[in-house]
């Protein structure tokens, strides 16, 4: 059974900070997927990857591959409050995800 | 268009009991999945159906089934509830089955369980 691993758990920021969090898998991805959460909502997808050594960016965030396919991490740069949320990385199997436990980011004003 | 819709939004049972979600997926779309989500924890896979079949069945026990309709609506139901299965169940509907396919989420139906 395939576990992603997600760190940090809990990241509280103040708004213009930079921030980087994580996503390891116990196996090579299919096909990787960062999403976001908010409360009351289900996950958003954000973006897809399946190149190892991938670098994708959309406006402040950067999300790279590793070159081996079994880790990924998220950037943002100059956090504001409307980044806050839950992020989720997942294994797209034949569309069956398998989801990290999540990082949960504050953004403070 | 209408995104992802389920209902009710939340849900109050006791253990025991029986519990019926429901959910309907964007139109054209022939898939649905649907996940759970204990407080603190990522969505869990449950069933994925695709034209009204099942596709994929998750680590879940058998008091756990669902079905799709032929409007590809499809509902999620639990026997026997335990107080572990307090969760937000959550639905997602794509086009087709296959990772090329993204999967659009609705806001979940909140299950208590007293």
């Known amino acids: 059974t395939q576990l992603l691993e997600q760190s940090p758990q809990f990241l509280s920021i103040q708004e213009g900070e930079n921030l980087t969090v994580y996503c390891n898998s116990s196996?090579?991805?299919?096909?990787l997927q960062w999403y976001r959460q908010e409360p009351g909502e289900g996950p958003v997808l954000l973006v897809t990857?399946?190149?190892?050594?991938e670098v994708k960016k959309l406006k402040r965030l950067t999300f790279q591959f590793g070159d081996a396919r079994k880790d990924s991490s998220l950037h943002i740069t100059a956090a504001q409050p409307g980044d806050t949320g839950l992020y989720l990385c997942?294994?797209?199997?034949?569309?069956?995800?398998?989801f990290g436990g999540g990082t949960r980011l504050m953004v403070k004003p | 268009d209408a995104g992802v819709t389920q209902s009710p939004t939340h849900l109050i049972k006791t253990r025991g009991q029986h519990v019926t979600l429901r959910c309907s997926p964007i139109s054209g779309h022939k898939s649905v999945s649907w996940y759970q989500q204990v407080l603190g924890q990522g969505p869990q896979f449950i069933f994925q159906?695709?034209?009204?079949?099942?596709?994929g069945r998750g680590n879940f026990p058998d008091r756990f089934s669902a079905r799709q309709f032929p409007n590809y609506s499809s509902e999620l139901n639990v026997n026997a509830l335990l107080l572990g299965d307090s969760a937000l169940y959550l639905c997602?509907?794509?086009?087709?089955?296959?990772?090329?396919?993204?999967?659009?989420f609705g806001p979940g139906t909140r299950l208590t369980v007293t």
């Open positions: 196996s090579v991805f299919s096909s």
């Open positions: 159906y695709y034209e009204k079949e099942e596709r």
């Open positions: 997942a294994d797209n199997a034949g569309n069956m995800l398998t």
């Open positions: 997602a509907s794509s086009p087709a089955v296959g990772t090329a396919y993204e999967q659009y």
């Open positions: 990857v399946v190149t190892g050594g």
